[in-house]
């Protein structure tokens, strides 16, 4: 496998993250109740973040001379909205319940990110930077997620 090979399936593991990441925070979006503007108005936020970061890491790979993940998700976000599905069957369609799952989806992000600044592909200044930049936004929308669901759970105790 070539340098240029590793460093686009990097990016592209990263694209296919975000991917995940915004169907997540959709479908958390349409399982908010109404009332819960606040939530939805952030979840948009975050996958429209997504959908952002996604652009630009597709350009990125493009730049490399590679084809772009084109995929909608990854297997691994398959199996958890198929599990956020099940899981709201029994919990309901709860703030606190959607708010667990977003935490969750944010750590996946996470890992993903330090994963890839981690792994052994050699990347150019820019593309470090790049990937560094979104993870520390990612980890700001982590952040966030967990003040609500630590915000929502002290209130209904």
Known sequence: MTTNDKLTGVLNDLIEINNDRVNGYEKAAEETKTIDVDLQAIFHKMADESRKYKASLTDKVAS??????????????????VWMDVKTLFTGKDRQG???????????????YRMALASDAEMDADTRQLITSQQSSLKASHDLIKKYRDANKAVAS
């Not at 990854?74 to 199996?79: A, C, D, E, H």
């Not at 667990?100 to 989806?105: I, K, L, T, V």
């Open 64 to 81: 490399l001379g590679a084809t772009p993940e084109t995929a909608e998700t990854t297997n691994s976000g398959k199996l958890y909205r």
């Open 98 to 112: 959607i708010l667990d799952n977003c935490e969750f989806g944010e750590d996946a992000a996470q890992k993903a």
